[in-house]
């Protein structure tokens, strides 16, 4: 019998990376199918069930298990047997909270214990099983840790400095233990993603940490709720975003508010996505100054909520539009800025995509009648926004080139689109010259959409015939078309 290459099947295999139960099903195979499908399925702490956790206890070396048997700690484990594989090595994506958050459910079920003891417990479980990680993962790729009451990581398990040397994405709280930073400090220098939530205590070692790194592409810095502001903080921010390197090339800063300034972006000249999400236009601190910077390499733009006021966010567009091939504005609220959208066609010439919410339809024709590259808008509907009648027709009487329209159903519709209404828009769609078909998605997030059966009938009848490329209608929880 032919057999797959290992390096070919665990390219196959590597589709299936978040699909577990295709997985699991790899593994049953045979023990060649299972010895390339185990690394793959073992390789996200983040999707492990509580079956994989279980699997991990009975791992455990001796001396951790009579650690658990000294606190009385008892975890019955359906696996008996010596495991086949060394599971923990397989790791690449840890995240600490999961662990702790998997370890007291699996307590929790298995004996009643009171509130107190049950955290002791986990903590008990949760070191040994760290302890075991950081022995046997050779090199971990990601680490999070988030900030939680009981939850400690202990930087100085044996294995630790080299199991951690060589991560590439760090995602992390800004309260967890200085020390922590510290030593990622010494040892991580090509970290290339990096996500800190800045709380209320901002550790130090946090602008070390970046500072050394060589090779960091991307930051999200989010801006938690119970971030306070002092002159303290103020120091150790206004130090931490001086540090940034210039390799940086995707920047995502968002929360409620912000009251630091956004000036340090102006050094980041090879940005190419930046995303700026704040509740108020007042909090886009020093965006005056910002407005005159150059990045001639920026081509995603993402500002989804409030936006820039006083029009300086056209300025920015005037000094940084040419390259931009991405743009997201103000789609969770509405953009009824004519000169912003007029601005948009006029000095992002190169647009490909655009997504946006927008409550009046001269607004639409703008942008689709002057952004001739545009290939792909995603439109808001429903609720203060246009209608989804409104939004179709409009993309399919001014729309240039663009070949894929996505509909964001916006709470409840305010006026259903009928199955007559859907099929003029398409037979209008026949007459256009040059012919050519189209994608249409619709996102639900409430309310009744499109995709009722009358109007699935429609749809299919124009798929045949050549008219819609692709229509797809999904929950809004699915990210794939999300710009």
């Known amino acids: ?63 951790s298990k009579e650690i658990l048997y000294n606190n009385e700690i008892i975890i019955s484990t359906s696996t008996l047997k010596t495991p086949i594989f060394n599971y923990a090595s397989f790791c690449k994506v840890l995240s600490v909270n999961r662990v702790y958050y998997k370890i007291e459910r699996i307590l929790e079920n298995q004996q009643y214990i009171s ?18 990680f950081m022995k046997e993962i050779s090199s971990l790729r ?73 090779n960091l592409k991307s930051f999200d810095m989010i801006l938690c709720h119970g971030m306070r502001i002092n002159e303290q903080t103020n120091i150790i921010f206004s130090t931490l975003l001086r540090k940034f390197p210039n390799t940086l090339i995707k920047l995502n800063v968002y929360g409620r508010n912000n009251y630091f300034s956004l000036l340090f972006i102006a050094n980041l000249s090879n940005l190419q996505e930046l995303k700026l999400s704040f509740d108020c236009g007042e909090y886009f601190v020093d965006f005056e100054k910002l407005q005159y910077a150059n990045f001639p390499h920026l081509q995603v733009l993402t500002i989804p909520d409030a936006y820039p006021r006083d029009g300086l966010l056209i300025k920015f567009l005037e000094s940084n539009g040419k390259n931009l091939k991405e743009i997201c504005i103000r789609e ?7 000169s912003l959208n007029i601005a948009i066609a006029k000095f992002c010439p190169n647009l490909k995509k655009f997504s946006v919410g927008i409550k009046k339809l001269v607004s639409l024709k703008i942008i689709l009648l002057c952004c001739k590259n545009l290939e792909s808008i995603k439109i808001w509907c429903g609720w203060e926004f246009l209608s989804m009648k409104e939004a179709l027709e409009a993309f399919v009487k001014y729309s240039q080139n663009a070949n894929e329209l996505i509909l964001f159903h916006e709470f409840a519709e305010r006026f259903r689109l009928s199955p007559e209404e859907l099929e003029s828009a ?50 809004f929880e699915d990210e794939e078309f999300y710009y």
């Open 426 to 475: 398409f037979m209008k769609w026949t007459d256009r010259e040059p012919q050519k078909s189209f994608s249409l998605v619709v996102i639900k997030y409430d309310g009744i959409s499109l995709d009722s059966d009358e109007n699935i009938e429609i749809i299919n009848k124009y798929i045949k015939l050549g008219v819609i490329k692709k229509f797809k209608a999904m929950n």
């Open 142 to 214: 990601s680490f999070s840790f988030y900030s939680y009451p009981d939850m400690t990581f202990n930087i100085y398990f044996i294995g630790a400095k080299d199991c951690l040397r060589n991560l590439t994405e760090l995602c992390c709280s800004s309260d967890i233990s200085p020390e922590i930073f510290y030593q990622l400090s010494q040892i991580c220098y090509n970290i290339q993603s990096l996500t800190i939530g800045f709380e209320r205590i901002i550790a130090h070692g946090i602008a070390d940490l970046i500072s050394v790194q060589r």
């Open 115 to 132: 509130p107190q003891i049950l955290k002791y417990y986990t903590l008990i479980v949760a070191q040994e099983i760290f302890q075991m």
């Open 1 to 63: 019998m032919f057999q797959l290459p290992a390096d070919c099947l665990n390219e196959i295999f590597e589709h299936f990376e978040n699909d577990k139960f295709t997985l699991h099903s790899c593994m049953l195979v045979n023990r060649y199918w299972c010895g390339v499908s185990v690394r793959i399925f073992w390789r996200n702490a983040r999707n492990y069930n509580t079956s994989n956790f279980n699997t991990l206890i009975a791992c455990l070396p001796i001396t």
């Open 332 to 338: 969770t609220k509405g953009c009824d800025d004519i």
